[in-house]
């Protein structure tokens, strides 16, 4: 039986979804597939609907009906996938980005060196990036930093989208209680897991900026991080977050 699913969320990626979920098919750890589509105007829903009669029992599609955001198409995938039986629930996204050939890293940190979150990360032995500016990954690399000094978690990418999460996990954080619903999503998800002293690993990976596709990337984003993770860790003071 499968127990890895993994959570493609999606919004104009008709240049990427194919050969990213055949990629994902083509490890030899194999995987589910669920790509949640926000009413993308390019066709990406069409595409993975062809290739499902391809892939049957292996590729899922949930279609929603407007551009909601990064937090909620996870939430979306996350309870879907805790419907069911899968024990790995990963985050990815289509834009190669994160190399489909380090998903058995990130499972193998939780299924054999007992990681209940595996982190797919850009800075544990440095800085990893290929084919960003050199502004893009000063920002990134000192976000992180800030979000660390912030928060007090001991993890190096504090902002990464490649994440492996025990079944647990999820199932031990209110995922209706999540505020964020762009990259400060992937920051709060996190500090809740630390909160709940689950034990977070980070797996070395290379990034590498997508190719095809633009980037949803957006100052609102930013600034949602930057002033969330404050809001957030004085509410963690007063035991005011969330979690459970």
């Not at 993975?48 to 909601?68: H, N, S, W």
């Not at 001991?154 to 025990?166: H, S």
């Amino acid at each position: 039986m499968v127990k890895g699913i993994i959570i493609i969320p999606t919004y104009n990626e008709i240049e990427n979804i194919e050969r990213i979920i055949r990629n994902v098919f083509s490890q030899r750890r194999k995987f589910h597939i669920l790509v949640v589509d926000d009413n993308s105007p390019d066709g990406t829903a069409t595409s993975v609907r062809t290739l499902q009669a391809e892939f049957p029992e292996l590729l899922f599609l949930e279609e929603r009906q407007g551009k909601l955001g990064l937090g909620t198409a996870y939430i979306a995938g996350f309870k879907w996938a805790l419907k069911r039986h899968y024990d790995y629930i990963f985050e990815m996204d289509a834009d190669f980005s994160h190399n489909p050939n380090d998903l058995v890293r990130l499972y193998n940190a939780c299924r054999r060196d007992s990681a209940d979150v595996s982190i797919g990360s850009r800075y544990k032995t440095g800085v990893n990036v290929i084919n960003w500016p050199m502004s893009r990954v000063l920002m990134s690399w000192l976000a992180s930093r800030y979000v660390r000094f912030i928060t007090g978690m001991d993890i190096q990418d504090t902002t990464a989208g490649f994440v492996c999460y025990k079944r647990k996990v999820l199932e031990n954080i209110n995922l209706d209680k999540i505020q964020f619903v762009g990259y400060a999503f992937q920051i709060e998800m996190k500090f809740k897991a630390h909160l709940l002293k689950y034990r977070i690993v980070e797996v070395p990976v290379i990034f590498t900026d997508r190719t095809k596709g633009t980037s949803k990337m957006s100052s609102s984003i930013i600034s949602e991080a930057v002033f969330g993770v404050i809001k957030m860790k004085i509410k963690s003071l007063f035991n005011k977050v969330e979690v459970q």
